[in-house]
């Protein structure tokens, strides 16, 4: 079995064939899955999604890429996390690369997201994007592992991964482990221990080989556990059930 933890199954491409989406999760053993909020204006979708899908879990918050959209306060967030099927908060985090200019506004949002998380103890969803340093500076400074939660679709080196996990977080590969140049990744997800490890698609997004181009869905994240277990001499039922064990464990308002 296995879980994805990462997805945005409320997306347009996903969203118009939900059925099918949910197919393939049935037939690639795939049991569970965390659809992941970017802006509050698309929350309720999310949330009635989870709503009506027992296997589908939920996360509130406003994404680093979005500009300009209605920002955040802690209360707010506390208030919709209030959901016995919202189990994260996030997506939120740093992201230097798609914006450039004074970014204070995604430190200070993400502060506030921190903030949340510690406030109803429900664990984060960090997205990090050429902005390591001031990521785990802010967690840090935060006191972000008091709140516990996931480096997701990690990208960064074998330092960030184990700077993360000493703060009490765990790691999520996406289909990027499959792509031919992502090699440094790779040692990265033979290294880490097992026990802090998570699997995800960011589905519609970033679609593993033997995918690679078409839309990504929830289904696919078998091949991302196929491929840490090659690298890691394991079997991708090993790698299925401790990251499932792992979900539960780090989202534990979740239930099987
Ligand atoms: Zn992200
Ligand atoms: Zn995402």
């Known amino acids: 079995m296995f879980v994805d933890s990462h997805c945005h199954i409320n997306f347009p491409d996903l969203a118009s064939k939900l059925p099918e989406v949910f197919d393939l999760m049935a037939a690639n053993q795939v049991s569970h899955a965390l659809c992941i909020s970017v802006e509050l204006e698309k929350f309720p979708e999310i949330r009635a999604l989870a709503e009506a899908h027992p ?16 920002e955040p306060t802690v209360a707010e967030l506390v208030a919709l996390a209030d959901h016995p099927k919202v189990v994260a908060i996030g997506e939120t985090g740093l992201d230097y690369f798609r914006l450039g200019g004074d970014l204070e506004w995604q430190r200070e949002r ?3 997201h921190i903030c949340a998380a510690r406030a109803c103890q429900k664990p984060l969803v960090i997205h990090t994007r050429a902005a390591a340093d001031d990521t785990l500076r802010i967690m840090r400074e935060e006191q972000a592992g ?3 939660g996931v480096m997701h679709c990690f990208t960064e080196s074998l330092e960030v991964a184990e700077a993360a996990i000493e703060q009490g977080f765990y790691i999520s590969f ?13 040692e990265v997800a033979a290294v880490i221990p097992l026990e802090r490890m998570l699997i995800e698609t960011d589905s519609p997004y970033l ?4 995918h690679r181009g078409q839309t990504n869905q929830p289904g696919y994240v078998k091949h991302v556990a196929e491929e840490i ?3 890691r001499g394991i079997t991708a039922e090993a790698v299925g059930d ?8 780090l989202f534990k308002s979740a239930r099987h």
Request: charged share 20%; with cysteine; glycine share 8%.
């Open 242 to 249: 401790i990251t499932t064990q792992n979900f539960f464990r």
């Open 207 to 210: 679609a593993p080989a033997p």
């Open 55 to 70: 296997n589908v879990y939920a996360s509130v918050g406003v994404h680093p890429d979005h500009e300009g959209c209605t």
């Open 110 to 112: 993400f502060r506030t």
């Open 174 to 186: 996406s289909g990027i482990v499959t792509f031919k140049n992502a090699k440094a990744l790779r």
């Open 229 to 231: 277990a090659r690298v």
């Open 146 to 148: 008091k709140a516990g």
